[in-house]
């Protein structure tokens, strides 16, 4: 059975809930780029999906970049003149700013105002900030909390480790019948923030694990990484994978409320851009095709100019756009079960359109084919016909070894889904034969590959 | 003179009754897609026009499909207990399911119904109904007498023969300069239904008239074949024609008092489509131009991916979304003597633009000529300047060889008339030199016709 | 400094007083498409930049025409009876038809009516009015002063002149390093008339004031014409320098307080098409962009088939579609200091965009380079980014040698100047190379041009 079919048999609850569960359970560990609540996250991610687990150390050169020292933490607060802790990074973890230095020490307010980030928009949330390139510490509070401060001495401790170490990144890889691959990237880095990106991270490891063990046209190559030097690190010490990326997608804020967006890759008009924008529009939820920007996620890397991987975002509720982004608010409230559940049912709807986005060929070109003796059509005249009596006619005027099963569906007006049932259909019944899929390696007329590619090099 | 401008001259409400009368002439007829029916229509429209008639015996392959069949009905009828005649077919040609095979018995009430054949939403009108694939036979009456019916016994009897014979069509072929066919399709399978498509029988065979001993720059063929086996037979026999199809129109449901509708070949820019859609959008009626979809009429077979010939199929209102749409208020009423004149003239208007529809070369295409000298453009300054000298103007700008005339029409928004008239006159005053016409057969530069021709092969 | 960071400087309303001072010193003269009143309007220009006077013979052939003879006027009026000039040309020079030839009669207003002009839609103003190629004479004046007329005698005189003589236009051409050349036209043969086009004489000749003594990358040649058989006799007089057009620009009512207008080129797509889309869709005015047609001022010329030249029209109000259009009423308050100092800013982005839009390549194109560690970036995370940051990654993304930064400006919806400052700071940063300038002459990595060229021929 399809992964599609075999997902919609499922109860959207029990899906949404274990989704729902597993971002809980990752909540509380303090990410970041690099250190133990990175490898935490990966292991698990490990326990449900065989990821495999890289280190590359410290000062390892990426492309333009250089791999950070590595950062852990085990404590930090700031204490009153009463030795009373009014911001304690134990009872959540966005409280100290990301990649700090160690600090130790008493100052007066004045001194300390510098090192402190509030969110005056938000007086009753904690701000999420990182300096992962600046030495630098800091604490994030609530603004309310520093404007009641006084004019006191505060005693300031932040027990962290910038040293040299490494950057961790996790990769499951899905063999399919070709080698050709699809990259489902998410980032692993962000602290207690739920839509941003434990949403990403739940649905990849469901999705990994609903492909797991099937029989696949494409291999699927699952990246949990730390934001930007993470991607960037993947690319510089993956060629060979990276040659073989022919979709792609960031998963990243999906859990929220907010109806869908899909950012497309920097091609534009990447099979991955036509199949997101034509399941969104089929998924009976609000959505909209963004055009791509060089400013967001992921995508940023695998879209830099020399890459130009056709590699698109999926989102619900766009970053920046919502006032919980990245501030205490983005908890697990914020995430909706069946949102997420949802989700995962729109990555399995775009999984189904590359699996079996193929081109066939009509085996009766000339003039339609008798489909009443094949019990194909209704047998008696004058009565509009259904959506699957549609969708047969149309595979059948344009299956001419040119339109893939996607161009139909899209000038068509039906779901992929319906499309692809009436091929089958139609093939059963001796209408249609395949187009052979050079992705999948079957040998066409000439054995050449048509499909486009795009050089990689470090 | 040409015949648009010979048509404008006539007097509409006259050309309007005229066609009316000739659909009322036909209404009577028990058509069907073989049999006498179909004969009596053909020989009333070749009392206008030379029409050849084919006949194809029953069995004879054409491409998927088989002749059927010919059907012929005399007589039909349901009787109640007391010997009345309450069902008639010579009361009304739909009382008995097209193609239905012969019975004569007595039956109860609750045996009589599934072969009964109602609308419960229009609860007085006579459906339309047909079964020539499964062999059948049934009744087509009102709902409200259907359900006043008691349950009693009834004399049903339909004295019809469903026997080897031959499926009939006619052809008309007005010659022009070139083989280059235009193609005017129609069904005439059709009992009495006014709109669908005695108004297509009507207006095609005006129109043929019209273009009958002309000097036309293309031939025409007109056929006058039953749907879809029809157009099957006809395509699957003729492969020379078929080749020769240069563009094509299939008519019906034009007589209505809706505005115009056109859908699109499979191509969606053809040369008849650009035409079309020109033509309906300064025809003075709303109009919508509809894109191609795989279910209709006859442009289904024309336009299979083995022929792809650029057919579209003008109509009126769209069969399927008006409830008189195969039932018996598809009558006489419904078609406007007006609204059968006004599509008359929108194909006139069409086949003015295919005929007129040239590439012309500036023969001064360095700044513009003078045209005031040549009494051609307004001789005081400082007025606005008409439609005449605008379509000069933009006639001179375009033609650089690459643009015809639909091209400049299209651009400029002007009327394809008011270009062409202008492309006459600069060419009288020497401005313009003609491009070969190849669909003509005109020696070009080369040669060689840059007529795109489409493969047909059975 | 560039030339629009320059002018941003100067105080606006400063610019738009000289602006509107220059037009209120041209005002008085009566031009025509010859003669004496052309000339002193060219001298007046060489005042202020070293113009080139040609002056073509009566009787040259230029393509289809010829150049007329020169008219020249000394005086014209109407006397009634009393002896009283009614109408004086003295007092306004739209009184007398332009191009009128000598007359010196009496004669009952039955008589002269023929020969009278006047607007009835706004009776107090007096139209403006030619007869350049029917040999005519004539008065224009109030449509209620005429309506006042006694049916008397009048006494006419116009002591004009149309003899053998010269056409008469002006040139200035602003070398750079290229010897391509953009083409900046302006019509300057209308008499008292403020808009059309003494607004386009004061903004060109400013523009070629603040060219002047630049570094540039194209040549600059600024025409001040008769309208339509000036263009015609440069046209056919210039044949070298219309091969080496790569965009320009007819300038004309940009005077007015309307919002702007840029009619497009012929070609629709050209570089001057787009780079005064993006300046005007950026300048904060209302504006508008219109399809090329074939009437209009003297790109009906350059564009003419033969030359196809990628020369647009910019305007503030539409000629034709404003009352005062070639009336007395396009009057010196008709256009405004403000309008005319915003319309030349106009001009000089437009330049900005041709000077500067290069193809650079990304010599960091595998992932984005570290901006942060060459303080090109934020260093605190989770803030949003600026229009120059984004510019800067906009630029990074795009300038793979395909792009130009006028792609990107409109990919990217940033305004030119952001994006082409991004690229100057990432070029220092070495970050960018820049491709070889074909259209300076710069050695590309095959020496041939890849800028299309059209070819001229007379």
């Excluded at 059948?396 to 039906?414: C, F, Q, T, V």
Aim: aromatic content about 10%.
């Amino acid at each position: 059975m399809s992964l599609l079919k075999e997902l919609d048999q499922k109860d959207p609850a029990e899906i949404g809930g274990k989704l729902h569960r597993f971002a809980a359970e990752l909540y509380p560990i303090c990410r970041s780029i690099t250190g133990d609540g990175l490898r935490q996250t990966l292991a698990r991610i490990q326990e449900r999906v065989p990821l495999q687990i890289s280190e590359v150390p410290t000062g390892a050169p990426v492309f333009d970049w250089t791999v950070p020292k590595e950062w852990n933490i085990r404590d930090g607060f700031i204490k009153d003149a009463s030795g009373k802790k009014i911001v304690d990074f134990q009872r959540c973890n966005l409280h100290v700013l990301n990649y700090s230095t160690p600090v130790r020490a008493k100052m007066r307010l004045s001194e300390l105002k510098p090192h402190l980030f509030t969110i005056p928009e938000y007086p009753d949330w904690i701000p999420y900030r990182t300096s992962y390139y600046k030495e630098d510490w800091g604490f994030c509070l609530c603004h309310n909390q520093m404007l009641a401060l006084k004019d006191a001495e505060y005693e300031v401790f932040i027990d962290s480790a910038l040293e040299d170490g490494h950057l961790t990144y996790g990769e499951y890889y899905v063999p399919g019948r070709s080698t050709d691959e699809v990259l489902i990237s998410c980032h692993a880095c962000h602290p207690s923030l739920a839509n941003d990106n434990l949403s990403g991270l739940a649905v990849a490891t469901a999705l990994a694990e609903l492909l797991s063990g099937r029989d696949l046209r494409y291999s699927y190559r699952f990246l949990f990484i730390p934001g930007t030097i993470g991607a960037i690190t993947w690319l510089a010490s993956n060629h060979d994978a990276v040659e073989r990326i022919r979709h792609g997608l960031v998963l990243t804020g999906i859990g929220d409320a907010g109806g869908f967006h899909y950012k497309k890759s920097r091609r534009g008009d990447a099979e991955i851009d036509r199949a997101a924008a034509h399941v969104l529009h089929h998924s009976g939820e609000d959505s909209e095709i963004m055009e791509f920007s060089p400013y967001g996620y992921d995508e940023r890397q695998y879209c830099s100019p020399g890459f130009n991987l056709p590699v698109g975002c999926l989102m619900r509720s766009v970053w920046g756009t919502f006032p919980e982004y990245h501030t205490s608010a983005d908890n697990l409230d914020f995430i909706q079960p069946q949102s997420l559940a949802r989700s995962l049912r729109a990555c399995a709807a775009i999984v189904d359109v590359l699996e079996n986005n193929r081109r066939y060929r009509n085996l009766n070109p000339y003039c339609e084919p008798q489909l009443g003796r094949r019990n194909l059509y209704r047998s008696t005249g004058g009565e509009a016909i259904g959506v699957e009596i549609n969708a047969r006619l149309w595979v059948l005027n344009l299956s001419d070894g040119e339109h893939s099963l996607l161009d139909i569906a899209e000038r068509s007006g039906l779901p992929f889904p319906a499309i692809n049932d009436a091929a089958g259909v139609l093939r059963l019944n001796g209408l249609l034969s395949v187009v052979p899929d050079r992705a999948a390696g079957e040998a066409g007329p000439n054995g050449a590959s048509q499909v486009a590619r795009s050089s990689s090099k470090g």
